[in-house]
């Protein structure tokens, strides 16, 4: 084979190998939850018994949940809390590996049609269709512990392909509890069908299933924002607003957030807490001059950002917030002559600036005066090309004197 034809064959193979399922898999974390529980038999599936030998689902799993797109998992104490940052979209999928009508390779055992089911602990009541084949329920509890109505997800089973990898959701930031429901029915006796008479099952076996399990999902940083209470515009670190700003709970609601309020003391020369350090409302307006430091914590990452905001017009605090100088150096600049500007900048006065030019101006006449009235080194240049000028024309001159001389000597002679 040919080195071009070579190349071609090793980029296609590398092409496919980046671009299949498999490869794109490899590079997505993810994270699988919940396992199989004995639920009872008619119970609304309210237990929550491990799987012994004497269960029909014993030794095989039906399939298995995964959480991908997120940033990192944490796991404390049983509860598992995936943490997101910007970009992330976190996903809940399910991969079904079973044939619910043949279940571990045995016809015998299919899932029922579950037409009296109900789930107890989510709070279901029994209705016409009940769960059908296998009934996917969820439940969110929201940032004010609001808890929503479960979603019900009813014959969810029927709908899979073998094999396939289906999502179910995408969540946002919250807890959640997630089930999936299912009746297994074991028909191990039956009658052999004879011509045009069917089999019959004889005394049936049916057992509730459940795959139960929680998640949280928190923002993984630490990130404050605060808009302008007039503009509704961001207001970075450091910020100057006479308007006031309000802290913006939007991106999360589960951190720790803390505004306090400094001013001046009576003198002058130090901050003092003389109003409040307390936790931040959401939407609420701080319209009172000060200075704000606003400080948010990630209770799931401990992470802290810090943020400071001055409100009001009081140059002093304005100065302090913008400048980093501390009050007394401030207030000694201000007792010097120093002025703080619209945006809190230190501005000294145009007089000095007047003076320096002035001593500036006076040092380079002084440095003319000495020079006669044009600076010493541009004279002797000057000189010196004026001599060698003059020489150069002298040595010229003389050199066409030599050379008219024979001539004139020549026709004196001839007329002798």
Known sequence: ?????????????????????????????????????????????????????????????????????????????????????????????????????????????????DKNGYDQRFGTTKSDTGLGRGALIIKQIDYTNDESAPQVYVNYLAGLELGAETDVSS????????????????????????????????LPEYSNYTIRFKFSVRNGDAMVFLLDSSTGSELTNSAVTENGFTVDFAKSHYLNIYVKRSVL???????????????????????????YTITATNPSTNQTTEKIVYVGND???KAYAITGYTLEQIQDMLTQGATVAEDGTIVWPQAETQEASTESTAAEAATEEKGGGLPILPVIVVLVVIAAVAFIAAKHLKQTETAVAPSESKEITDEE
């Open 315 to 317: 140059p002093l605090l």
């Open 265 to 291: 003391s009576d003198n002058g020369s130090e901050l003092v807490d003389v109003r409040s350090n307390e936790p931040a409302s959401d939407g609420k307006a701080y319209t009172d001059p000060g200075i």
């Open 171 to 202: 969540f946002a930031e919250g807890d959640y509890e997630v089930a999936l429901d299912y009746e297994v029915k074991n028909d191990a006796r039956q009658t052999p069908g004879f011509g045009p008479i069917p089999s019959l099952s004889i």
């Open 1 to 113: 084979m040919h080195g071009p034809a070579r190349k071609l064959l090793l980029a296609a193979a590398l092409l496919a190998a980046l671009f299949s399922p498999a490869a794109a898999l490899a590079e997505e974390q993810v994270y699988y939850l919940g396992s199989t529980v004995n639920a009872g038999t008619d119970t609304g599936y309210a237990n929550s018994d491990a799987l012994t030998e004497k269960d029909a689902h014993y030794g095989w799993s039906l399939g298995r949940f995964y959480a991908t797109g997120f940033t990192t998992v944490q796991r404390e104490d049983g509860q598992v809390t995936f943490l997101k940052t910007t970009g992330d979209d976190i996903k809940l999928k399910f991969r079904l590996d079973q044939d619910i009508d043949c279940l571990n390779g045995n016809s015998a055992l299919t899932i029922n049609d």
